[in-house]
């Protein structure tokens, strides 16, 4: 017993053939938001050449480039907490550094130091891309 067609699908599409024109004009977008902690939301949004630095530093020294990236909200650097006084993301981001280097000893901070790393430079990526000017065509 073959199931009934869906909504929006032919009756020849059903039969185990798709249909060419149904597929396109019925999709559907889902769009996902990451929620983030008070921790990672703190990270800065820096210029590219800096996140680099930061993540390669994070690398060998854990909590080195974390605790350098929090100068840079003194600096001005924006972040996911708008809400939040410029000093309270600062102390958030130095909590950050020393959670990665109190906990280097046992590999955790270490890798969460890389791992805070790439965010960093991530979010420098996508900073770098909507900071950019759109070309103008003469």
């Given at each position: 017993m073959e199931p009934l067609p869906k909504d929006g699908e032919s009756a020849a599409g059903a039969g185990g053939e798709p249909s060419?024109?149904?597929a396109?004009?019925?999709g559907v977008v889902v769009q996902v938001r990451e929620k983030k902690?008070?921790?990672r939301a703190a990270i800065p949004y820096m210029p590219f050449p800096v996140a680099v630095i930061c993540l390669f530093l994070n690398t060998f020294v854990p909590g080195l480039g974390t605790f350098i990236s929090a100068f840079t909200v003194l600096c001005g650097a924006r972040t996911d907490l708008p809400d939040r006084h410029m000093c309270c993301v600062f102390w958030l981001n130095i909590a950050a550094a020393l959670i990665?280097?109190?906990?280097?000893?046992?590999?955790v901070g270490w890798i969460m130091s890389i791992?805070?790393?790439?965010?960093m430079v991530i979010l420098?990526?996508?900073y770098s891309a909507l900071s950019l000017p759109a070309p103008t065509s003469l």
């Amino acid at each position: 017993m073959e199931p009934l067609p869906k909504d929006g699908e032919s009756a020849a599409g059903a039969g185990g053939e798709p249909s060419r024109g149904a597929a396109s004009s019925s999709g559907v977008v889902v769009q996902v938001r990451e929620k983030k902690g008070p921790l990672r939301a703190a990270i800065p949004y820096m210029p590219f050449p800096v996140a680099v630095i930061c993540l390669f530093l994070n690398t060998f020294v854990p909590g080195l480039g974390t605790f350098i990236s929090a100068f840079t909200v003194l600096c001005g650097a924006r972040t996911d907490l708008p809400d939040r006084h410029m000093c309270c993301v600062f102390w958030l981001n130095i909590a950050a550094a020393l959670i990665q280097i109190l906990t280097a000893i046992v590999m955790v901070g270490w890798i969460m130091s890389i791992f805070w790393g790439m965010d960093m430079v991530i979010l420098a990526s996508k900073y770098s891309a909507l900071s950019l000017p759109a070309p103008t065509s003469l």
